[in-house]
């Protein structure tokens, strides 16, 4: 059974941190791609960041980058969102997401981050 299980996520005041994890479980892990992707309410899904199956390549959406560090440890089949200097407009329900090709993709259920003083 595939299965993929956010954690990490909860209420932090602006400038704050917090650590997403992903845990996957029921496929190769270390042979797909990961994403974290993110949604606000009332907006459309967005993509994060990215990160490659052996984890040397990173991508992520200008509104994060230098604050957010995407990671991921293939013997633990995890992939983490180290989140620094959140700011209010970061709050939304975060999702990652596995993917091998357009056709096989599996999403977890989300986290919910809120940016609140």
């Known amino acids: 059974q595939v299965q993929l299980v956010e954690s990490g996520g909860g209420l932090v005041q602006p400038g704050g941190s917090l650590r997403l994890s992903c845990a996957a479980s029921g496929f190769t892990f270390s042979t797909y791609a990961c994403a974290w992707y993110r949604q606000a309410p009332g907006k459309e899904r967005e993509l994060v960041a990215s990160?490659?199956?052996?984890?040397?390549?990173?991508n992520y959406v200008d509104s994060v980058k230098g604050r957010f560090t995407i990671s991921r440890d293939n013997a633990k089949s995890t992939v983490y969102l180290q989140m620094n200097s959140l700011k209010p407009e970061d709050t939304a329900v975060y999702y990652c997401?596995?993917?091998?090709?357009?056709?096989?993709?599996?999403w977890g259920k989300g986290t919910l981050v809120t940016v609140s003083s």
């Open positions: 997401k596995a993917w091998i090709n357009k056709i096989i993709e599996y």
């Open positions: 990160i490659n199956s052996v984890g040397g390549i990173t």
